[in-house]
């Protein structure tokens, strides 16, 4: 009898512990943010604006940022430069599937990352000190790897067409 007791004990508190373990997807995701501190972004749950198609009003959608601050600000960058994957009517259609605020040319690389990965993202966002991308995490590290190169050739532009 003292047998089973102990058994039923043990087997309770293993239970309570793999309660409050990780589920696979959250374990993942950690290891998708801590692969991304690796590469040099930083990682934010966050809430972005996004407006509408015709530009009346702004819908707040929480989401993940990876996001590149840069060590000193671009002073002839707009405040904001939003890459959206959608058709906003007065943004520049960018690459397939994708608007800009303000008119810029990407580069082929940067077209083709956004055109394969476009699906997974939310927007992509350029101001004068940072370039923020946000997503919905669903993809692995090459994935991820990705959607950095595309984010540190954001971070070179210096300029854009107004």
Known sequence: ???LIVIFITLSL?????????HK????RMALRMHARKLGLT???TSIDLPDKWDKSINRQKT????FYRLKPIATLPP???LL???VWKYHALADGWWSSKFFELNSASKNTLERYG??????KITPEYVALYWSEAGDEEVLAALTTLIFSLAELKTVNT
Do not use: C, D, N
């Open 85 to 87: 994957p959608f058709e």
């Open 1 to 3: 009898m003292t047998a």
């Open 64 to 67: 993940i940022a990876y996001s």
């Open 43 to 45: 990682v934010q749950l």
């Open 25 to 28: 997807k959250e374990r993942q």
């Open 14 to 22: 293993m239970g309570s512990a793999l309660w409050i373990m990780p």
């Open 119 to 124: 699906h997974l993202l939310t927007a992509v």
């Open 80 to 82: 904001q430069l939003l």
